[in-house]
Nanobody
Framework: QVRLVESGGGLVQTGESLRLSCVSS????????LGWFRQTPETQREMVAI???????SYSDSVKGRFTISTDDAKNTIYLQMNSLKPEDTATYYC???????????WGQGTQVTVSS
């Protein structure tokens, strides 16, 4: 059972930055897909940024050019650097891990990001 623990959320103003971290209880080396999703009370959970096969990064159009996903394999950690934050980025952000690309997936407990205008 993989455990994911997120941190780094908070309250910021428009234009500011935050960096989210997600520490995995297991090695993330060789993970098929990992990344970040977000959800608000009014919306379904949506993909923000993912890394597939350790190489290919994908971003939602709404965050492209502002957010950057990265990993530190030695620390089993996934990061999401969020710059130029907007009020519409306000959401609970969830870390995601799909070790094999099919089958069981894992989610963190979520970290709240609030951007004030």
């Amino acid at each position: 059972q993989v455990r994911l623990v997120e941190s780094g959320g908070g309250l910021v103003q428009t234009g500011e930055s935050l960096r989210l971290s997600c520490v995995s209880s297991e090695s993330i080396i060789g993970t098929h897909t990992l990344g970040w999703f977000r959800q608000t009370p009014e919306t379904q959970r949506e993909m923000v940024a993912i890394i597939t096969m350790g190489e290919r990064s994908s971003y939602s159009d709404s965050v492209k050019g502002r957010f950057t996903i990265s990993t530190d394999d030695a620390k089993n950690t996934i990061y999401l650097q969020m710059n130029s934050l907007k009020p519409e980025d306000t959401a609970t952000y969830y870390c995601y891990l799909n070790p094999a690309g099919v089958g069981k997936t894992y989610w963190g407990q979520g970290t709240q990001v609030t951007v004030s205008s």
